[in-house]
């Protein structure tokens, strides 16, 4: 089954204890990007990759950093966790960003920063 | 700058026809998608419009027109699983070989019995 796969759903952790998200895709995309979702302000994007070891800034990418080391993985890494990056996180897998290519979300990560 | 508007909350009935509208300014267009998202799931496709018109796909439909910024999201006979938020994202290409998505902050619809 095509699926985006994010690890773990829900944590809870402390101000400045270090976490990585997993994200990793089985259907052989290029493009990954990673989103949070918050209340009133939609789906931003924090870092997006177009390749392997290819990574760039989205629109908030701000305490947070990214590696693609392989295809299939694009892990999201808060080096020192803040409460203002309590959010739920998304991540995406597409073809490319060409037309009506539509991206794929992994479940989500609901993040608790204390 | 690039900006997209949907309505905030919608409510209908049941069977009934609803239209969630999105209005957007933006430069490089390159497409305007629609997502559901039920709570706390994952953001789903519906629809992808490029070319002024409208794009049927069974109780789903969606128009475009580039001239006025403006799309919808047309649903038919409501059904109670209807009831999610859904996303206008545009596409937008700055002049290299990337296209970047931009998410409204979606609309959140109620389907009452």
């Known amino acids: 089954e095509a699926q985006v796969t994010q690890n773990p759903r829900y944590l809870i952790t402390v101000t400045g204890k270090k976490l990585t998200v997993t994200c990793s895709q089985n259907m052989n995309h290029e493009y990954m990007s990673w989103y949070r979702q918050d209340p009133g302000l939609g789906l931003r994007q924090i870092y997006y990759s177009m390749n392997v070891e290819v990574t760039d800034k989205g629109d908030v990418p701000e305490g947070y950093k990214v590696s693609r080391k392989e295809k299939r993985n694009f892990p999201l890494i808060l080096e020192s966790p803040s409460p203002n990056q309590t959010s739920l996180y998304f991540c995406?897998?597409?073809?490319?960003?060409?037309?009506?290519?539509?991206?794929?979300f992994g479940q989500g990560t609901r993040l608790t920063v204390v | 700058g690039q900006n997209i508007d949907q309505p905030t909350e919608m409510t209908a009935t049941e069977g009934a026809i609803v239209q969630i509208n999105c209005t957007y300014q933006?430069?490089?267009?390159?497409?305007l998608f629609w997502y559901q998202q039920h709570a706390g799931e994952a953001p789903t496709f519906l629809s992808y419009n490029v070319l002024d018109g409208l794009e049927e796909k069974g109780r789903f439909s969606s128009f475009l027109s580039r001239s006025k910024g403006y799309s919808y999201l047309l649903l038919k006979e409501l059904q109670m699983k209807d009831s999610a938020s859904y996303l206008c994202?545009?596409?937008?290409?700055?002049?290299?070989?990337?296209?970047?998505?931009?998410f409204g902050t979606g609309t959140l619809l109620a389907v009452q019995p």
């Open positions: 933006t430069s490089g267009f390159n497409g």
């Open positions: 995406a897998s597409s073809y490319g960003t060409g037309m009506n290519t539509e991206a794929f």
């Open positions: 994202a545009v596409s937008m290409n700055y002049g290299g070989a990337t296209n970047k998505l931009i």
